[in-house]
């Protein structure tokens, strides 16, 4: 039988092809049908939102000649979108996913036509990003390979290694996630956009350390703090001298930054109690003595207390 329920159906179905092929404004001149026959339909609404955020952004794009620039208003639209969407309820899943869809895949075909100008030398952000387009629509192989192409022409940046590590666990090998993780958590928390990692892994994580109370602005810093705590950046690698060296001179700095009574206590010492168990671990995994231990345990209970039992426990 034919019903009014069905025919929805069948356009939202419709609607949301042209939603996942680019194209919201084919697609709400359906929905704009569908509405008119069915007003109060939520699924209708959630996705004709969709549409109307996206249709005038779209047609303004072809007036940029530069696909960088293209790519990268793709990009900063699309956080601007995730604010924009998460006010409105209830939401309808199959719409906001078509519509991920559809932009990443504009962003991915200006990023990968930017990759062909051969004036540009320094690649690194274009691959990053490209990948980061490959991984939102799901082809986490591509991905994984743009990625690792940025890391290889500039290496130890804190988004990358962020962005690859999300990969592999999306893939389902969180060991290598943790190791990736947990490194490019210490390199530059600051730097790591969280609004783009997918995995639950990290957003579990994430979401957890929130709890905790922290400020926003200092939620990126605790995040490998309580990696460590909650076992969850619990793979480690062996440091080399020179990053030993670099560490040591870390944390010397930022001992004395912390004394000063004018530092940005926030920020300061969820990064000295990351570099302090950096150092520990350094120790466990080369033997060396326990008093080198107990010294950092030593000054990583007076600087918080609660962390440092958390951390013995």
Known sequence: MFTMENSTEKGLKEALIYLESGNPSKARQILSQLFMADNNNQKVYYTTLCCTFWEGILSSLSLIEDPLERGDT?????????????????????????????????????????????????????????????????DFENACRCLTQANNI???QAQVLAELADCWSLCGDDRTAKVLFREAFYIGPDKI???????????ALVKKTEETGCSPRSLAWWVPVYGVIWGVFTVRRT??????????QAVYALENE??????????????????YFRLIEYYVMTGNSDPQINEILLKMKVLNKPIY???VK
């Open 74 to 138: 793709l990009l900063t639209e699309w956080k601007n979108f995730i604010v924009y969407i998460e006010l409105k309820t209830p939401e309808y899943k199959p719409a906001f996913e078509s519509t991920k869809q559809g932009i990443f895949t504009l962003a991915l075909h200006n990023f990968r036509k930017a990759l062909e100008d051969i004036n540009i030398e320094d690649k690194s952000g274009i691959y990053q990003k490209t990948g980061l387009c490959f991984k939102k629509t799901g």
């Open 309 to 311: 039992e958390l951390y």
């Open 154 to 156: 500039h290496g130890g």
């Open 239 to 248: 440091l080399s001298s020179q990053e030993v060296g670099h560490l040591k």
């Open 193 to 203: 956009d969280m609004d783009h990692l997918d995995s639950q892994l990290i957003k």
């Open 258 to 275: 912390y004394k000063n009574p004018k530092c940005d206590a926030e920020i300061v010492m969820p990064r000295l109690l990351n570099s």
